[in-house]
């Protein structure tokens, strides 16, 4: 006879404890939603994904390669290891599983996270820092742990034609908007920029003097001249001081980005308007006019205005001289603009320079002597008849003659006819 003696109360209660866990476990693994938040243990890793145990939920699920992180990565073991407990978003049940499965999203988690940290971010105005990731039609694709957007016209304080070169810079930004639910996230990197000048703007205009000449950048071109960035200050270079020659369109001589010298014109702090000049940074055309334009030297210009009195010739960019009307031609004439044309380009003569001056005079008809020697018989005999002129005058002793004294003879005849 057996010593062992079986106690029915005890197995029975050890069976109904047993059921009972089991079914607890059952009814745990079924209240599982999709949704829901639960943690999850890693249980091994296999084909670029996660095989993990529901705690207290008596199922697996699988987080796939594309729910593991927001971040970029190339091997899973760089976001889980085995034996790791994470929280997790349930997707969805697999129901074709034995035992049923659920998909789970280590990504969404993270992403919940990160809009939190933005929306508080976002409530105390503060400024966050992130990569750019891609640069897209409409503006930057920026990576804060969630897709951030920022658009074109929200890059910077000034129009960029090309933005290829943003990509994969760090840059700071102020969130302009954010929708989680939407995952539409707006920022702005040039509110950033113009705070930033906006603090920096009045110590600056502290700092500035009238007369300085400093360094700055093109920012901006308009039809009536350039703004230069002085470093948080724009300063306005009115067309006419970009050069000493004349500028039809700013965007001929400076480019946006452009770095140049300047000289500070006036400073209105109340306004916050600064004056600046180009022009004045640069050697006059008017320096060493007299090694540029030695007399005598012929010069190839361009007639740019006509005058009753002559004609100014440009001969260097931003150097005029004046053709007087009795330089123009050996012939007689009555106005310049018998001969010459706004815009004709010509040949002339130094007869001098004066730097100190600015003047510079010219001459069309001191080359053109030898065309002159050449001249018909005609006019040869005019010559000779003025010269005969001078001469009989020159030979007078009082210095006076009368009109009896010019033609001689010719009087007497007319005389004797009337008498006659």
């Known amino acids: 006879m057996s010593d062992y003696i079986e ?12 059921e009972q866990t089991m079914q607890d476990v059952l009814d745990e693994a079924l209240s599982i939603e999709v949704g829901d938040t639960v943690k999850g243990e890693v249980l091994s890793i296999q084909d670029r994904q996660a095989i ?6 008596g199922v697996e699920g699988v987080i796939p390669y594309n729910e593991l992180s927001a971040k970029p990565f190339d091997e899973v073991t760089e976001i889980l290891n085995v034996g790791d407990v994470v929280d997790l978003v349930v997707i969805k049940q697999i129901k074709d599983k034995e035992n049923g499965s659920f998909l789970l999203s280590k990504r969404r988690v993270d992403a919940k996270i990160v809009w939190k940290d933005i929306q508080d971010k976002f409530e105390n105005n503060e400024i966050i820092e992130a990569p750019v990731k891609d640069v897209v039609k409409g503006g930057l694709v920026v990576d804060v742990g969630v897709r951030g957007f920022v658009p074109a016209s929200m890059v910077e304080d000034h129009f960029v034609e090309d933005f290829s070169s943003y990509k994969g810079k760090v840059m700071t930004f102020k969130i302009v908007e954010l929708e989680p639910s939407e995952n539409r996230l707006i920022l702005s990197h040039k509110a950033v920029v113009e705070t930033e000048k906006e603090a920096n703007k009045g110590k600056l205009m502290d700092e500035l003097v009238a007369g300085d000449i400093v360094e700055g950048t093109v920012a901006r071109l308009t039809n009536f001249g350039a703004f230069v960035d002085l470093g948080g200050v724009d300063g306005l270079v009115h067309i006419s001081q970009i050069a000493h020659e004349h500028v039809k369109n700013p965007g001929d001589v400076l480019a946006i980005g452009q770095a140049v010298k300047v000289k500070i014109l006036s400073i209105d702090k109340e306004n916050g308007r600064v004056s600046l000049s180009i022009k004045d940074t640069l050697a006059g055309p008017w320096n060493a006019i007299a090694e540029k334009a030695p007399i005598g030297a012929v010069l190839t210009g361009v007639v740019k205005r006509l005058t009753s009195f002559g004609a100014f010739v440009e001969v260097f960019p931003g150097v005029e001289g004046l053709v007087h009307i009795s330089q123009i031609s050996h012939q007689h004439i009555a106005t310049p603009h018998e001969v010459l044309q706004e815009g004709q380009e010509i040949q002339v003569k130094v007869l001098d320079a004066k730097e100190d ?18 001249a018909p018989a005609a006019e040869e005999k005019r010559e000779k008849k003025e010269k005969k002129t001078e001469e009989y005058v020159a030979d007078d002793s009082d210095g006076n003659f009368t009109l009896a004294d010019l033609l001689g003879d010719k009087l007497s005849g007319l005389k004797d006819d009337s008498e006659a």
Do not use: M, T
Request: glycine share 8%; no cysteine; charged share 30%.
């Open 52 to 57: 993990v145990g529901i705690i207290g939920g």
């Open 357 to 374: 001056e600015q003047r510079l005079s010219l001459s069309i008809k001191a080359l053109e002597e030898k065309a002159v020697n050449e």
């Open 7 to 18: 106690n029915p109360e005890l197995n029975e209660e050890e069976s109904n404890n047993v």
